[in-house]
């Protein structure tokens, strides 16, 4: 306990010296208030508005549409990529059309988003997607080909039906790589959500900075950022807590 | 058979998905008949008036400059201060902790801060772009410096090597694969800053071109500009992917993923 307390600190001193350093050049007066809020004011109006349901409501909003379009983007990238890998006509299919869509800035596609589907939560929820899908389905595709052939010639000699040894054998190994894939798609999509919701929205933690944007109230500007920012840390490491305990079994949790 | 050789020549497949992806759009354009999903063949019919439009051209072309400057300054800064975290403890574990805090804030986002701070020009525009950059080409340059085989390394010392001929002949080459995976990742990621920062500054730029004709209903021109776009971000891949692979066909970096959210 001591010596974990000990490695935290030992990793969080660049950010308390950041923050520290961050609060006295505002406390000295060396950046205007106004321009640059302390850390602390930002931080106690973040406590302040967690604690009313309006702002609670717009953190909800955004949390819908990041798990609407990751949860589509990780059934999509899932069955692309286990595809791709395991029938060779599929992957001849997949791979190039993911050749010509992956370089595309997804973000351009924003507004077609907005014409079809309209101002509300689908655009955004199919813009998450659009950008979340691909890191899932690189890594289910890197993983599933990386399976030890000897593990699926075993099972297929043991009578393991090739659909089977999907679910059996290809996804329980490509796991390790698939969660990485997942992480890389988390945090793309806190990301995208976010900068949707600023381009055009009427609720949402982005819509919340613009407003304060277009009010001038700077300490409201930084409050939806770091709560943004915060949100995506604290999923990330969900994530990963919840990779290492799934893999507790792989011996090397990569 | 000659139908199986030329599709496994290398730019087939992917002209044939791309003309799959028009035909589908067109097909589903027809099915769903609505103003705002004009067809394939009329936006690409429109495209040349996107194209040959000089004011649009020029703001393509400006966007492109600032994409360009943003890319080159996150290049010559981060990539060293990757490579040096990479070697050194004390250095990786000041910026470590630092830039995993600034992992997750949207980039772009930052835009009417950065505005606020430095006013609506270019400087706040490149600024923007050069933080986009910055994360992954530290990160893969980090990757690539601790990669470095030690033993070279303590080779290369035994025999008297001085550190700045180590630097140059062993871990610059070393690392290179790396740092170019870096660089790609990079490129996929000014793009997407460019765009989405002046989606929401909504100043001047490609992104700005975009929302301006969707608050003027001109759908074809969204369309169409979404398609130069998407023909940007790819060619650009494309054409660092040869330049990367003739640079460091050593390294056996495969296929990697390019993404990234702004």
Known sequence: MARALKLALLHLYPVALLLAAWEASVAAGLVRKILLPAPSAVFARLFELLQTAAFLEHVAQTLVRLSAGLAIATALGLALGLAAAA??????MIQPLVRVLAPIPKIALYPALILILGFDHAS???LVAADAVFPILFATYHGARMVEPKLLWSARAAGTSPRACVFKIVLPAA???ILTGFRIALVISCVVVFLAEMISSTDGLGHLLIRAARAFRTVDMFVPLVTISLLGLALNALVAAGRRRLLAGYGEAR | MRLRGLLSLPGVPPLLSLGGLLALWQIAAGAIGIEGLPSASSVIASLP??????????????????????FAIAVATAIPLGLVMGRSRAVAGFFGPLLTLIY???K??????IMLWFGVGDFSKVLVIFLGVSLPLIYHSYAGARAVDEKLVWSAMAMGMPA????????????LPEVMLGCRVGIAMALIVMVSSEMIARQSGVGNLLFNSLDMAQYHTVYATILVIGAIGFALDALFERVRRRLTFWGETGEETVAGGG
């Open chain 1, 87 to 92: 029938s060779h006509p599929a992957g001849r």
């Open chain 2, 164 to 175: 700045r001929r180590r630097v140059f002949s062993i871990i610059l080459p070393s690392a």
């Open chain 1, 175 to 177: 796991l390790p790589s």
């Open chain 1, 124 to 126: 955004k929820i199919a």
């Open chain 2, 49 to 70: 008036g996107v194209l040959f439009d000089l004011e649009s051209l020029a703001e393509i072309g400006a966007s492109l400059q600032r994409m360009a400057l943003g």
């Open chain 2, 104 to 106: 997750p804030v949207p």
């Open chain 2, 108 to 113: 772009a986002a930052l835009m009417p801060i």
